[in-house]
């Protein structure tokens, strides 16, 4: 099954509101004048109907094309952030090791930077962005109080942001 493109979806959206509209006005039209007023009031609304769909057709098509962009970067923007929580929480554990030796430097030092490297990622919300600064500044300077509690306010700010439907 192809994917779902704009036109496609204009195309069914105008195909299901001009059937509703035409069924709609067959109901109505039999109801109130019988089989003769319904086939008129369902031809009249269904020709209608597809009319102001093919007129509006790129209008449709330009705002379904803005709100799907729309909806990508947000979906890009959580999956960033939580990428970066991730690598933070990564980092975090090579800061403060379970055992005395339990990472080497190359790692720590790996895993610092790719913690910074998804941090400079243009796509990241600004707060996110803010909040990560500060755990990485704890990080950096082994404060560990300081950053359990800037990753505490981190992983919220990023669990919000995956609640946040606009």
Same mark, same amino acid.
């Given at each position: 099954?192809?994917?779902?493109?704009?036109?496609?979806?204009?195309?069914?959206?105008?195909?299901? $509101?001009?059937?509703?509209? &035409? *069924?709609?006005? &067959?109901?109505?039209?039999?109801?109130?004048?019988?089989?003769? !007023?319904? /086939?008129?009031?369902?031809?009249?609304?269904?020709?209608?109907?597809?009319?102001?769909?093919?007129?509006?057709?790129?209008?449709?098509?330009?705002?379904?094309?803005? $709100?799907? @962009?729309?909806?990508? !970067?947000?979906?890009? /923007?959580?999956?960033? *952030?939580? %990428?970066?929580?991730?690598?933070?929480? @990564?980092?975090?554990? %090579?800061?403060? +090791?379970?055992?005395?030796?339990?990472?080497?430097?190359? =790692? @720590? /030092?790996?895993? #610092?930077?790719?913690?910074?490297? $998804?941090?400079? =990622?243009?796509? $990241?919300?600004?707060?996110?962005?803010?909040?990560?600064?500060?755990?990485? &500044? %704890?990080?950096?300077?082994? !404060?560990?109080?300081?950053?359990?509690?800037?990753?505490? =306010?981190?992983?919220?700010?990023? @669990? #919000?942001?995956?609640?946040?439907? +606009?």
């Amino acid at each position: 099954m192809s994917s779902m493109t704009p036109a496609r979806a204009a195309l069914w959206a105008g195909a299901a $509101v001009t059937g509703t509209m &035409a *069924s709609i006005a &067959a109901l109505l039209g039999g109801l109130l004048g019988g089989p003769g !007023d319904a /086939a008129i009031a369902m031809l009249s609304a269904g020709c209608c109907t597809a009319l102001g769909f093919f007129l509006n057709r790129r209008r449709y098509i330009t705002s379904y094309v803005e $709100v799907r @962009q729309a909806a990508h !970067d947000r979906g890009y /923007a959580e999956g960033l *952030s939580h %990428a970066l929580l991730h690598g933070l929480v @990564q980092y975090e554990a %090579a800061v403060f +090791p379970a055992s005395p030796n339990g990472v080497t430097t190359e =790692e @720590q /030092a790996a895993r #610092r930077a790719r913690a910074y490297r $998804v941090a400079a =990622e243009e796509a $990241v919300p600004e707060n996110i962005r803010r909040l990560a600064a500060g755990a990485l &500044a %704890a990080l950096d300077h082994s !404060d560990r109080e300081r950053a359990r509690h800037a990753m505490q =306010e981190l992983a919220l700010a990023t @669990q #919000r942001l995956g609640r946040a439907r +606009p």
